[in-house]
């Protein structure tokens, strides 16, 4: 792809990454190795087929991560209906653009898939699991995201925008499942990437009855604690049209948050900006809006993806890195990675000496 340079990795790790995840029926790519466009009609069949219990079981985590967008629904209506004001609309966008998108930089992105940070005890991992209403399980996202990083724009990133929006925002169930068929051997690496995220894991037996690395049990059992603990505090705050309107947040959140991907990557175009975007090797981008309110400064991401801060330029505000430094003050967080010395020796310093050594002070 123009734009783009190669990325070496060790042939065995890029093996694996490019069967850890279950392939749509339309495939990643055809076989010229180019990426495979699906049509509309297409990725809604795939979405339908892979949230279909009664074909198989092992479809269950898939659906589940609608579902919890289908419970949230009614309480949506309702609050449209009956507690709709313009102080409960800005409780909703502050608590969607923020405080979620904050909160998913935090613990599914920093922790959960690069483990940027390390708790000090589980009781820690567990309140940063649980700061807000939950909307989707780690799994469909942490083995995903490592794909992502391995394959960024390349046929196999399970959210590929050059393969348009639709292939972005359908990705949860089209294509970041694991693979249904692999082996215990393979299957022990996948597990692995949850090791540290305090999920109950399966083992391989149960993995190969319920085609996951998370057990039903525990991912609907914390789902359901989640909801009755959220929704019994904002109600006890607020009443039931607070209550509604956090929980219309999250489910809104969690829709427009699958676009991320699509519109973080230039929408499929290079739209590097000099001096804002340091990693070429990918096409995602720094944008102010998701930067300054979720931490999210998404091509810094890509160059430090194991950073515990990803705000590096003076302006760069970073919410989920200020969350895991005050933890780390308080005691909570025992250890973390911060890349933006680096960073700034890298980009930024030696830029300067550049731009001094080019243009050397007149006699």
């Known amino acids: 792809m123009a734009g783009l340079t190669g990325r070496p990795f060790i042939h065995r790790f890029m093996a694996f990454i490019d069967y850890v995840l279950q392939q749509p029926s339309y495939g990643w790519a055809d076989k010229n190795g180019e990426l495979v466009r699906p049509t509309l009609r297409q990725l809604f069949s795939e979405a339908f087929s892979r949230i279909n219990i009664f074909k198989s079981k092992k479809n269950w985590i898939s659906l589940i991560s609608w579902l ?4 949230s629904l009614p309480l949506f209506t309702i609050f449209l209906i009956k507690y709709l004001s313009w102080k409960l609309a800005i409780a909703i966008a502050v608590y969607s653009m923020v405080i979620m998108g904050t909160h998913g930089t935090i613990w599914f992105h920093r922790y959960c898939t690069h483990n ?5 005890n589980p ?8 700061l807000v209403i939950k909307t989707f399980p780690e799994e469909m996202y942490v083995v995903s995201h490592h794909v992502h990083h391995s394959k960024s724009d390349l046929p196999g990133d399970p959210y590929n ?34 090791r540290h995220t305090g999920v109950q894991i399966n083992s391989f037996a149960q993995y190969q009855r319920w085609g996951s690395i998370a057990t039903p049990f525990y991912t609907i059992s914390m789902w359901l604690l989640n909801w009755a603990f959220w929704y019994t505090a904002f109600d006890f705050i607020g009443g039931h049209g ?15 948050v699958k676009a991320f991907n699509y519109t973080g990557h230039g929408k499929g175009e290079v739209k590097h900006v ?9 096409l995602s ?56 010395q680096e960073f700034m020796k890298r980009y930024v310093h030696k ?10 002070t007149a006699v």
Request: charged share 20%; hydrophobic share 45%; net charge positive.
């Open 242 to 256: 607070l209550a509604m309107a956090m929980f219309s947040a999250a489910m809104l959140w969690t829709i427009l």
């Open 68 to 71: 919890m967008i289908a419970c």
């Open 161 to 194: 925008p050059r393969a348009g929006l639709f292939y972005c925002l359908l990705s949860d169930v089209n294509h970041q499942s694991i693979s249904k068929t692999l082996s215990e051997k393979d299957y022990t690496k996948a597990a692995w990437f949850m």
């Open 351 to 360: 830029k300067e000496v550049k731009t001094a050594i080019a243009q050397p």
């Open 285 to 340: 981008i720094n944008q102010l809006r998701p930067g300054l309110l979720a931490g999210e400064w998404h091509n810094n991401h890509h160059l430090y993806p194991s950073s515990a801060r990803a705000g590096f330029l003076p302006y760069q505000i970073d919410l989920a890195w200020i969350y895991v430094w005050i933890l780390h003050k308080l005691g909570a967080v025992k250890t973390y990675r911060d890349s933006k």
């Open 274 to 282: 000099e001096g804002i975007d340091f990693d070429r090797s990918n």
């Open 116 to 120: 940027a940070y390390t708790f000090r």
């Open 123 to 130: 009781v820690f991992r567990f309140i940063t699991q649980h």
